[in-house]
């Protein structure tokens, strides 16, 4: 299975941005998909996440900012990002699990001026 992150760009502080994930084959596999992000000269840390009952959870940083959703007809998951901050910077990475499997996408880079 194949993930192919898009959606990245450079926006200003308060704008914002959709990130979309595309999978090579149907969602319904995975038992959950989610967001990473990692920031220059950090870790990559998690943002978000949707289990394959439509359960979602946040970091507490992009709470009431930040909103994942699935298409299962387009075999696609998204990050609907809304009052970006300058520290919402970074590679975004999605990835999807399936039993004891991850599999990561490619990445795309966000980057928030202030």
């Known amino acids: 299975v194949q993930l192919q992150a898009s959606g990245g760009g450079l926006v200003q502080a308060g704008g914002s941005l959709r990130l979309s994930c595309k999978a090579s084959a149907s969602i319904l596999r995975f038992n959950s998909m989610g967001w990473y992000r990692q920031a220059p000269g950090k870790q990559r840390e998690w943002v978000a996440a949707i289990t394959s009952v439509g359960i979602t959870n946040y970091a507490a940083s992009v709470k009431e900012r930040f909103t994942i959703s699935r298409d299962y007809a387009n075999n696609t998951v998204y990050l609907q990002m809304n009052n970006l901050k300058p520290e919402d910077t970074g590679v975004y990475y999605c990835?999807?699990?399936?039993?004891?499997?991850?599999?990561w996408g490619q990445g795309t880079q966000v980057t928030v001026s202030s």
């Open positions: 990835k999807a699990s399936r039993s004891t499997f991850d599999y």
